[in-house]
């Protein structure tokens, strides 16, 4: 992806910090933490503040350009939104359908963050009624 493009399609002031952060978040194949990429930051020699890449992670999360995952104890974990995954759920009255973000994803980074455990297979399998079914009494 051009950044350059990216950070005018999204109205957002390209700066030498920001480029490097979503660097960083693109080259990631999971969720990372502020930390990690400050750490990455640190790592490669570019002099970016912790409070930087915050600010940074607040400011794409507001262009709802990533996903802001709380996974417990006032800690998050964040992934561009390209990146993940949708799922279509349909009524199973009146067929209509929508599309949503994977919740799985922030179940996983969860259990991960509180166990250590990893998922190695992922089932589910949703039946939804929608909200106006419901107020119509068409569902028992």
Not at 38 to 64: A, H, I, M, P
Not at 71 to 91: A, E, P, Q, R, S
């Amino acid at each position: 992806m051009e950044i350059v493009l990216y950070f005018k399609e999204n109205n957002i002031r390209k700066t030498k910090s920001r480029i490097i952060i979503l660097n960083i978040l693109q080259n990631s194949n999971k969720s990372v933490t502020a930390e990690y990429i400050f750490d990455k930051c640190k790592e490669t020699g570019e002099k970016v503040d912790l409070s930087t890449v915050y600010r940074t992670l607040d400011l794409f999360q507001q262009k709802n350009i990533l996903n802001k995952f709380d996974v417990g104890n006032g800690k998050y974990n964040y992934i561009l939104k390209d990146k993940c995954h949708k799922h279509i759920i349909k009524c199973e009255l009146c067929n209509k359908e929508i599309e949503i973000d994977c919740p799985m994803m922030q179940v996983e980074e969860i259990i991960r963050n509180k166990t250590g455990f990893t998922f190695i297979e992922k089932e589910i399998k949703l039946k939804c009624v929608c909200k106006q079914c419901r107020e119509n009494k068409k569902f028992l």
